[in-house]
């Protein structure tokens, strides 16, 4: 992922409804390569569908692996291989990111994969959010996000906006419609956070909400809720924001169990997702599960490609040193992403 630059332009845009039925849902358990006997979570996925994060409690260390009990949250990774089409052994992130004594999991990565996003508790289990950056290959130190993202209130997900500059969160700080709700703050042209605002109904309700997630076109938001009417525990939602508003979110019945499902995340080819299950028949207590949807009415398959991604290094001529850039959208009159 050595200065890797992702560029995402919207084009058409068709919205997958999973209760619709010609739209097939394939669902298949990613394998013992990235999966364990113990809990496997929250994918994290790079926008090209080739690089991803997830949060294990497998043990690691020789004393560890004698006891075969869970130990605390660490950060993994692992690459697709596009010519044997399997993700390949996963790697412990090293002591940077996975601090000792402490829960580390990742939980957004922005669209030029130069950033990502942390979940970590302190001492007294109460968690934050902390950002870390990629340096060459190697990630740096994570900071703890200022205020108003993080709160003396429990922040545990987290995503980026496609631009970067608003962080979509959950927390458990008072005024919201739950125990847990969907907030998001935007950061300005200098770099100062917003007030934190709540995303409100009808995504937020008075159950807890979790595992947000922001998909790159700018306006599908996917999340986890245990509100009434659901498969039971956590289930998987999506919203559309039109019309200056967020529509009623659509409960994916095709990937929900009587267990929690959470933590789901898509590629930005809007075809292939990534969510977490305890499912019968798994490897351990949680698995990471892809997701595959495919459609049978030709005038919707035609229309699924909705995003167009550009992949590589910008760099000066003649030194050969990255450049900073960004890309101008003239028709919003706006840079929508850094690299």
Not at 231 to 247: H, Q, T
């Amino acid at each position: 992922m050595k200065y890797l630059i992702f560029i995402i332009f919207v084009v058409a845009l068709l919205q997958i409804n999973a209760q619709n039925n010609t739209v097939k849902v394939k669902i298949e358990n990613i394998g013992k390569q990235v999966n364990s006997a113990f809990s496997d979570f929250a994918p994290v996925i790079s926008a090209d569908g080739l690089t991803m994060f997830f949060t294990s409690r497998r043990p690691t260390t020789p004393k560890e692996i004698e006891k075969n009990k869970e130990v605390m949250e660490s950060v993994y990774q692992t690459e697709y291989d596009i010519q044997k089409r399997k993700w390949t052994k996963t790697i412990r992130i090293n002591n940077i990111i996975n601090i000792q004594d402490r829960n580390n999991s990742a939980i957004a990565l922005s669209n030029d994969g130069q950033r990502m996003l942390l979940y970590r508790d302190d001492i007294f289990g109460n968690g934050d959010i902390y950002e870390s950056t990629l340096a060459g290959t190697e990630w740096s130190d994570a900071k703890k996000l200022p205020v108003p993202i993080n709160s003396e209130y429990h922040e545990s997900s987290a995503s980026y906006s496609p631009d970067g500059r608003t962080i979509y969160f959950v927390s458990s700080r008072k005024d919201g419609a739950g125990k847990r709700d969907i907030w998001y703050c935007t950061q300005n042209i200098d770099g100062v956070w917003g007030n934190a605002k709540n995303i409100g109904a009808p995504i937020n309700t008075k159950e807890d909400e979790e595992g947000v997630f922001m998909h790159p076109d700018g306006k599908t938001l996917y999340f986890s809720s245990k509100v009434q009417g659901g498969a039971g525990g956590f289930d998987i939602y999506k919203s559309v924001y039109e019309n200056e508003k967020w529509g009623t979110p659509e409960n994916i019945s095709k990937l929900n169990t009587p267990g929690d499902d959470v933590y789901f995340v898509m590629e930005a080819n809007g075809t292939v997702g990534y969510y977490a299950s305890a499912k019968p028949g798994g490897t351990g207590e949680k698995d990471i599960y892809k997701v595959t949807f495919s459609y049978t009415n030709p005038k919707e398959k035609k229309q699924v490609s909705k995003l167009i991604l550009l992949k590589g290094i910008i760099s000066d001529e003649l030194t050969g040193k990255i450049v900073l850039c960004g890309v101008y959208h003239r028709k919003q009159g706006q840079v929508f992403l850094w690299s």
